[in-house]
């Protein structure tokens, strides 16, 4: 008997002495106890919040709002080892810690990461550009009420029309997966070439060269916190998609971006749009892309707008400066771009480019053949051989580019599907291919002037894209 009382004893007094070794240090019970006793609404809960109080944070995966709690009672002391709640208005989104609870100091830092498609709701779908009804082929009717760009309405074969109100363009673009068409043909069975300043308006920004703010599609957004005893508050603040970076294609500026700028302004997105020298060299181009990109963030944060990655849409020559640029050794420091969707771009080079060199006297473009040191070497030895697997990707082609055949703008290799286009009806023909390049007209180029087209970026912006898969 004496034997049990005397190990119950011990045991007894080793729990004790756990106790009062975890007690003594950090105060835990009597903290337990003192919130027990403590009046309704005694406590002060004060907070610092990263970025500031109602600024813009823009739901890139990456970019988390950092609150810094510190929970007082009426005598200013820090009250321990509270749960802090938190509650998210307006938005859904990652807490770290899962359960905050103030250190033995009363503090607690919270990181909330907001959920990358929060805004998708928010696209606007009735602006002063189009009203949008969804017919039961896939594509929007687009019917242009005052503003002279298009109507986009059904024809007697079900498939739309793409008609220019000041012209006589008939004609059709079509998807050769879903077969729907609407686009413009000239008798010739050609694409014209549509000038942006007779078809869209001349800019899509203030006099300030900031997007106009009042078609933004941010929303705002509050985060509660609360603890036992103590009085709630709130961090006021909004959410925003990341800025758009479009990039232009070989001996081309941003002015043939405009279409796509205007389209994606008018949907509530911070549209910017790149010029760079493409008669230079590929790690010049990729040197430009870093640094346009690094400004766009810099400019943002002047306006108290914070991202850390942007969205890419590049054309040809621009989607291949933007794998040069995420797949370098450099970019493990940036990690910049969180979407990159392709437009006709030869991402395994283009048959074409000897020829090209000669006809546009342009030596750069003997870099795009399909033999040459960027696409047998560069690439192969870069991150993931030549397209990032850290970034979502998008890619859309023409099945009947004359710049660049099918294949090369395929991303088979990396698991990425391609939504591939047709513009017009008649065969290829290197006479055709000269004329309609020198005169701008050329197939290549004209998917940028699409609304369907458009509404397809629409949809790779607005929700999330897959990942290249991983090669070895």
């Not at 002063?128 to 005052?146: A, H, K, L, R, V």
């Not at 203030?206 to 508050?233: C, H, Q, T």
């Not at 758009?244 to 205007?262: A, Y």
């Not at 810099?298 to 933007?322: C, M, P, Q, R, Y």
Request: aromatic share 10%; with cysteine.
């Amino acid at each position: 008997m004496k034997k049990e009382n005397l190990r119950k004893f011990r045991i007894t007094l080793f729990y004790l002495i756990i106790f009062l070794v975890m007690e003594i240090p950090t105060g835990f019970l009597k903290a337990k106890i003192f919130l027990a006793f403590t009046p309704d609404n005694s406590l002060t809960m004060r907070f610092h919040a990263l970025p500031r109080l109602d600024s813009t944070i823009c739901t890139d995966g990456v970019s988390p709002i950092l609150i810094d709690i510190a929970l007082v009672d009426s005598n200013l002391e820090p009250v321990p080892y509270a749960l802090i709640k938190v509650y998210m208005n307006n938005f859904t989104g990652k807490i770290t810690p899962k359960y905050p609870i103030t250190d033995k100091d009363g503090r607690v830092t919270i990181s909330i990461l907001p959920d990358s498609h929060q805004v998708k709701n928010s696209i606007q779908t009735g602006s002063s550009y189009t009203d949008s009804i969804q017919p039961n082929y896939g594509f929007s009717d687009t019917i242009q009420t005052s503003n002279g760009y298009t109507d986009y309405m059904p024809t007697n074969n079900g498939y739309p029309d793409f008609v220019q109100i000041s012209s006589s363009y008939l004609g059709s673009i079509q998807t050769i997966d879903n077969g729907y068409s609407c686009s413009i043909q000239d008798s010739n069975d050609y694409t014209d070439h549509i000038q942006t300043k007779n078809v869209y308006s001349d800019s899509i920004q203030n006099s300030d060269g900031y997007p106009d703010s009042s078609k933004l599609i941010d929303i705002d957004a509050s985060v509660r916190l609360e603890a036992k005893k103590s009085k709630g508050v709130r961090c006021n603040f909004k959410l925003s998609p990341p800025p758009v970076l479009l990039i232009h294609g070989f001996q081309d500026t941003s002015e043939s971006m405009i279409p796509l700028k205007h389209y994606l302004d008018n949907k509530g997105f911070r549209v910017y749009a790149i010029d760079y020298d493409t008669n230079s060299d590929i790690e010049s181009m990729a040197e430009a892309l870093g640094s346009f990109i690094n400004n766009i963030k810099s400019d943002l944060f002047e306006i108290n707008v914070f991202t850390d990655k942007v969205d890419i849409v590049a054309h040809s020559l621009g989607g291949l400066v933007s794998r040069y640029y995420s797949t370098n050794e450099f970019y493990s420091e940036e990690q910049n771009i969180r979407k990159i969707i392709f437009i006709n771009v030869p991402h395994h080079g283009t048959p074409w480019a000897e020829a090209g060199a000669a006809l546009l006297d342009s030596p750069f473009l003997k870099e795009l053949y399909p033999t040459a040191n960027l696409f047998t070497s560069s690439f192969p030895s870069s991150i993931n051989k030549g397209l990032n697997h850290k970034i979502q990707v998008a890619n859309i082609a023409l099945e009947n580019d004359e710049v660049v055949p099918l294949p090369s703008s395929r991303l088979d290799a990396w698991g990425i599907e391609t939504k591939i286009y047709r513009i017009g009806s008649s065969p290829l023909s290197l006479e055709s291919i000269i004329s309609n390049q020198a005169g701008g007209s050329s197939r290549h180029r004209q998917i940028l002037f699409f609304v369907p087209v458009f509404d397809n970026i629409l949809q790779y912006l607005t929700y999330n894209q897959s990942y290249p898969r991983k090669r070895r």
